[in-house]
């Protein structure tokens, strides 16, 4: 007769069991590592908020400077509250780009325990250099690339002429400004992590320096189309983001032959060795 715990069905409960205490234990980690990342997004918030005003004042550099040039004194709009609110989105915005070292080293605490010590090497400089490059397309967009697009706006002011008697004059909300500046930051802070992307994926194999040397071109136009749609609707932006985004993928694409190459030479040494 056959005993009840030799079963398939008693055996699968014991495979649940086995596997109950570390799905517990992972779940425990992940909670540990949200709250951490959490709070770090909380403490970011209260000093970029503590901080808003000042903060915002060096946001709006670039259009005093463009509008001054003009002979006009620079004003922003706002309505009630809206200044307030922009300075809210403002400090969350601040405080998750301040928090965001924190995070990224949370992910990859909680990550670690399931990599080779080689695997472990391989990111950690990639995840230190996250935050780098970020701050990196901050800086173009805010020394570079705001002059521009702030001078393009203060360009299609027009006098009013004989005719029409209309006179075309920029008003500047600050939700408006903020929104752009942010906006503009943002997409580019993010589209500057493309190295780091493409290079993993191909550490973990799933993209060849040929592979994407091959489809460069159907790269370019996906490019253009994704900078169109994270950019204001004028064409300077537009072409920055994407002229920066195809200057990242080439940058992409050397760092994914160099890895390549050195994941080669590792697996000869390796072979050598067990020769």
């Known amino acids: 007769m056959t005993k009840l715990d030799d079963t398939p069905e008693a055996d699968n409960e014991d495979d649940l069991q086995a596997s109950a205490a570390p799905l517990l234990d992972h779940l425990t980690e992940l909670r540990t590592r949200l709250i951490y990342s959490v709070a770090a997004i909380i403490v970011g918030f209260a000093i970029c908020f503590a901080f808003s005003v000042p903060l915002y004042e060096f946001l709006v550099i670039p259009f005093k400077n463009a509008v001054a040039a003009t002979g006009v004194e620079p004003t922003l709009y706002f309505a009630p509250l809206e200044f307030f609110f922009t300075r809210v989105k403002l400090a969350a915005l601040g405080g998750i780009a301040l928090a965001f070292p924190m995070v990224a080293y949370q992910l990859y605490q909680f990550v670690a325990p399931?990599?080779?010590?080689?695997?472990?090497?391989?990111?950690?400089?990639?995840?230190?250099?996250?935050?780098?490059?970020?701050?990196?397309?901050?800086?173009?967009?805010?020394?570079?690339l705001m002059p521009f697009v702030?001078?393009?706006?203060?360009?299609?002011?027009?006098?009013?002429?004989?005719?029409?008697?209309?006179?075309?004059?920029?008003?500047?909300?600050?939700?408006?400004?903020?929104?752009?500046?942010?906006?503009?930051?943002?997409?580019?802070?993010?589209?500057?992590?493309?190295?780091?992307?493409?290079?993993?994926?191909?550490r973990a194999g799933l993209v060849t320096a040929d592979m994407l040397t091959q489809n460069r071109k159907f790269a370019i136009v996906g490019i253009f189309i994704v900078a169109a749609f994270l950019t204001p609707p004028d064409p300077v932006s537009q072409l920055v983001l994407g002229g920066a985004i195809i200057a990242l993928y080439e940058v992409s694409v050397l760092s994914v032959r160099l890895a390549e190459r050195k994941a080669r030479k590792g697996l000869e040494e390796a072979e050598e060795a067990s020769a």
């Open 114 to 144: 399931g990599l080779y010590k080689r695997e472990r090497n391989a990111a950690l400089p990639f995840i230190m250099a996250m935050p780098f490059l970020f701050a990196l397309g901050a800086a173009l967009v805010y020394f570079v």
């Open 150 to 202: 702030m001078q393009f706006a203060v360009g299609m002011e027009r006098d009013a002429v004989e005719g029409s008697g209309v006179s075309i004059e920029l008003l500047t909300r600050v939700g408006d400004y903020l929104a752009l500046v942010t906006t503009l930051i943002m997409a580019f802070g993010f589209a500057f992590q493309l190295p780091v992307f493409l290079t993993l994926l191909a």
